[in-house]
Each structure stands twice: as structure tokens, then as C-alpha cells.
């Protein structure tokens, strides 16, 4: 037969019942803050990347010639200070049109890693991220007018 419950016993019950609930939440709650860091990581890691390649372009567009150019997107590159979080930052120059409205464009690539790799996620340790920024070419002067 059934006995019943005395007053202790269901207080003691109901408090190790929410001592259960409150520790699922908290590991919920620790994935999730550190989903949210990697998060946080991330979308700065593409900020870093898409100024840089901005930069880069800049840099190149104010060049008087395709090799100048060159040479100033390599010089953004080396000026790049790499972290535990950011690393292997590479611009490529993948576009110099030299004609009067002419364009130049770079593309860059950095690698990420995250402080805390989440696995429900399904993303790595390291991430690598692409970006590209075009800008207009100043350093050319126009052609005289006939």
C-alpha cells in the first residue's frame, strides 16, 4: 500500500526539484553566453577584414600605376598586427582598371579562432573569412581633352 508523504519529505522533493531546474538553466544559459561570444568574435573578425580590404583599396587607388599599387596593398598588409583570434591576413589586388573611371579591387582573407568552439553549432575552431572592397582610382590624372 501506498504511504503517504509527510510534510518534510514533499518540502525536500520540491527543493531538489528546482535545484535540478536551476542547473539545467545554467548550462543552458553557459552554452548560450558562449555562443554568443564566438558570435561576437565572428562579426568582428569580418568588421577587421572588410576594413582592411577597404583600406588596401584605398591605398592602391591613390597609386599612379598598376606596380605602385601593388606595392601599397602590400604595405597595408604588413601593417596588420595579428592576434590570438586573428591571423593570416592576406590581400590580393584582383583588380586595376587604369582607364579614366577606372576601378581597383581588393580581396581579403583573414583567419579566425574562436575562443570557445561551441559543437551544437557545427562550426570549427577556425574560420577563415573573405572580403571584398572596390574603390575608384584618384591617382591617375586624366587624359588632356583634344
Known amino acids: 500500500m501506498p504511504q503517504s508523504l509527510s510534510k518534510i519529505e514533499l518540502k525536500r522533493r520540491k527543493r531538489g526539484q528546482g535545484l535540478i531546474e536551476v542547473c539545467v538553466g545554467i548550462i543552458f544559459l553557459v552554452v548560450m553566453a558562449l ?9 568582428m ?23 605602385t599599387a601593388a606595392a601599397a596593398v602590400t604595405n597595408v598588409g ?13 590581400l590580393a589586388m584582383t583588380r586595376y582598371d587604369n582607364s579614366t573611371n ?13 575562443p570557445v568552439a561551441v559543437p551544437l553549432l557545427g562550426i570549427g575552431p577556425e574560420y577563415q573569412i573573405k ?4 574603390e575608384p ?3 591617375i590624372a586624366p587624359a588632356n581633352p583634344t
Open 137 to 139: 582610382i584618384v591617382g
Open 131 to 134: 572580403t571584398q572592397a572596390s
Open 78 to 90: 604588413t601593417q596588420f598586427k595579428a592576434s590570438s583570434m586573428y591571423k593570416n591576413l592576406s
Open 45 to 67: 573578425g569580418g568588421d577587421i577584414c572588410g576594413g582592411v580590404a577597404k583600406q588596401a583599396a584605398r591605398a592602391a587607388g591613390n597609386a599612379t600605376d598598376q606596380p
Open 102 to 114: 577606372g576601378i581597383v579591387s581588393v580581396v581579403c582573407t583573414v583567419t579566425i579562432v574562436l
Open 35 to 43: 555562443a554568443i561570444l564566438d558570435l561576437g568574435v565572428f562579426v
